[in-house]
T-cell receptor, first 114, second 115 residues
């Protein structure tokens, strides 16, 4: 089984709809992240969490919110989706404590907002 | 603030040719550097990372990268490209700043391998 899973893998929705993307991990890591990937722009950080009680905004948090329900679960919500939120979304995890700990990524969720 | 620049959004090579993907970083403190690979329809996975010590780092699938402080570079190389190397490659930098450290990713380089 995959260590970091994301649901759904693909989603098509309409402008104005509320959408939740879910991420679960079995690696036992404290740190979790949400990124979006757009062609030519690389990965941009939306939100990150260092533990269950810690939530931090990334560079592009406007229009998004998150919830860390447990150590293993980190959800991303789009309260009112808009077309420019069409992108590939990745969840990632890492161990805490060391600056050079690698990140482990989920398979991604492809979101299309019409 | 830290940043990463990947030169070339696309690199095209023939099978068997040398692969060179360029990454330059900007950091006022010692950086920790990473290369990740993203195969089609998959998430990113770590190829290799530089922490401290030896400046030539070997990774998976025959890739290696050399940390050159004087040039602020961390270029990724592979002596002989294989068709299966076709993927998106991301360079990332992580530094300690203000008590936290979040990796910053470059924009990615798409490697195209021709038969």
């Amino acid at each position: 089984d995959a260590d970091v899973t994301q649901t759904p893998r693909n989603r098509i929705t309409k402008t104005g709809k509320r959408i939740m993307l879910e991420c679960s991990q079995t690696k036992g890591h404290d740190r979790m992240y949400w990124y979006r990937q757009d062609p030519g722009l690389g990965l941009r950080l939306i939100y990150y969490s260092f533990d269950v009680k810690d939530i931090n905004k990334g560079e592009i948090s406007d229009g998004y919110s998150v919830s860390r329900q447990a150590q293993a679960k980190f959800s991303l919500s789009l309260e009112s989706a808009i077309p420019n939120q069409t992108a590939l979304y990745f969840c990632a995890t890492s161990e805490g404590g060391l600056v050079y700990n690698e990140q482990f990524f989920g398979p991604g969720t492809r979101l299309t907002v019409l | 603030a830290q940043s990463v620049t990947q030169l070339g959004s696309h690199v095209s090579v023939s099978e068997g040719a040398l692969v060179l993907l360029r990454c330059n970083y900007s950091s006022s403190v010692p950086p920790y550097l990473f290369w990740y690979v993203q195969y089609p329809n998959q998430g990113l996975q770590l190829l290799l990372k530089y922490t401290t010590g030896a400046t030539l780092v070997k990774g998976i699938n025959g890739f290696e990268a050399e940390f050159k402080k004087s040039e602020t570079s961390f270029h990724l190389t592979k002596p002989s490209a294989h068709m299966s190397d076709a993927a998106e490659y991301f360079c990332a930098v992580s530094v300690v700043a203000g008590g936290s450290y979040i990796p910053t990713f470059g924009r990615g380089t798409s490697l195209i391998v021709h038969p």
